[in-house]
């Protein structure tokens, strides 16, 4: 089926939602509890070491915007060219789940070494994604351009 690439996208939306309503929630309770005064929001760094003390599903939620982004591009690449097969879709499957223990992990106890290699066991998976549809495209491009070949010859 080659949309089934599609559910663990879904679940890394999903996943992106719930650390921002982590975050959003951590900060109403700390600005409730701590109320702010106008300084601590006349720029950015006031605004950072104010929140400093709830400050890790924001870190998260950048996290999340920078190797995912790469996922987010293979996906549609991957349903274009066909090439969403079982291996695409178990290794997004393991991306997400290994992403979402690093955001438990990151937002949580913060185990930094733990979190270090769940980073790097997400990175080596989704590094495997594109180097198989790397791998996938050569034959294909092959064929089209002995095709186009064909066409003008």
């Known amino acids: 089926m080659p949309f089934g690439i599609l559910w663990p996208t879904f679940a890394m ?3 992106i939602f719930v650390v921002w309503v982590t975050l959003f929630v951590q900060r109403v309770a700390y600005m409730r509890r701590n109320p702010p005064r106008a300084s601590d929001f006349t720029d950015g760094e006031a605004a950072m070491r104010y929140f400093l003390p709830v400050e890790m599903p924001a870190n998260n939620l950048r996290n999340l915007f920078e190797m995912p982004v ?3 591009a293979l996906v549609p690449l991957l349903l274009i060219t066909r090439h969403a097969d079982q291996v695409q879709v178990l290794l997004a499957w393991a991306f997400v789940v290994l992403r979402a223990a690093h ?15 769940v980073y790097l066991a997400a990175c080596a998976v989704l590094s495997a994604m594109w180097i198989g549809f790397a791998v996938d495209m050569v ?9 186009m070949s064909d066409m003008q010859g």
Do not use: C, W
Not at 103 to 116: E, L
Not at 139 to 147: D, N, Q, R
């Open 139 to 147: 034959p294909a491009a092959g064929s089209y351009h002995a095709a």
């Open 103 to 117: 955001s438990v992990i990151h937002i949580g106890r913060n185990k930094v070494t733990v979190r270090f290699f």
């Open 13 to 15: 939306v999903a996943l």
């Open 70 to 72: 790469l996922f987010f």
